[in-house]
């Protein structure tokens, strides 16, 4: 009786055992898999962003085309571009990526006449799909973050990942400057 009694109880121990790592796989996996979907999706972003960089020498070349005194603002331009470029994080790219829209804006502003050149118009539609893209690849990339981020503070979820180092992921957030109303004037 007694040996029945003990080998159940480590059938019963093993058995809760595989249970326990079956339930920590499980959680493990479905980290991962969140994990995977917001690197995805922040690639996404870094390409659509690219992209957009990969604009700014046709419209340096156009603006170089009426201005060619005006190095300050390729300048700006060019120096807006490697910051897109070189970004590692969300934040970062965000940074990067409003600083070129502001050199870019200043490039539409002080060359009104541009707005008549058919190369520029083509140039300014193609920049205007990258932007409506990255809006689209920034949202999607939040809505990523915003489900592993819940999945991961879940419990008991935040425990396993507490102690297999899952960490939140960082929100691609606008600037302080984007949230203020831009003026109009005519």
Avoid: C
């Avoid at 140039?123 to 809505?143: A, F, H």
């Amino acid at each position: 009786m007694r040996k029945n009694k003990g080998a159940v109880g480590i059938i019963v121990l093993i058995a809760i055992v595989v249970i326990i790592g079956l339930v920590l796989a499980r959680q493990y996996n479905s980290l991962m898999n969140l994990r995977e979907d917001v690197n995805n999706a922040w690639a996404q972003v870094e390409n659509q962003v690219k992209r957009r960089a990969d604009l700014i020498p046709n419209l340096t070349a156009t603006v170089k085309g009426y201005a060619k005194h005006e190095s300050d603002t390729l300048t700006q331009i060019t120096k807006a571009r490697a910051g897109v470029q070189n970004a590692q994080t969300p934040k970062e790219l965000a940074e990067a990526n409003d600083e070129l829209s502001r050199a870019i804006n200043v490039v539409v502003e002080a060359y009104p006449e541009l707005k008549a050149n058919e190369n520029f118009l083509d140039l300014q539609s193609q920049l205007e799909g990258t932007e409506n893209r990255i809006s689209t690849e920034r949202q999607r990339y939040n809505e990523s973050v915003t489900v592993y981020n819940k999945a991961r503070k879940r419990f008991p979820t935040n425990l396993i990942a507490g102690l297999l180092g899952f960490e939140d992921m960082e929100y691609f957030e606008i600037s302080e400057a984007d949230k203020e109303v831009p003026k109009v004037e005519f």
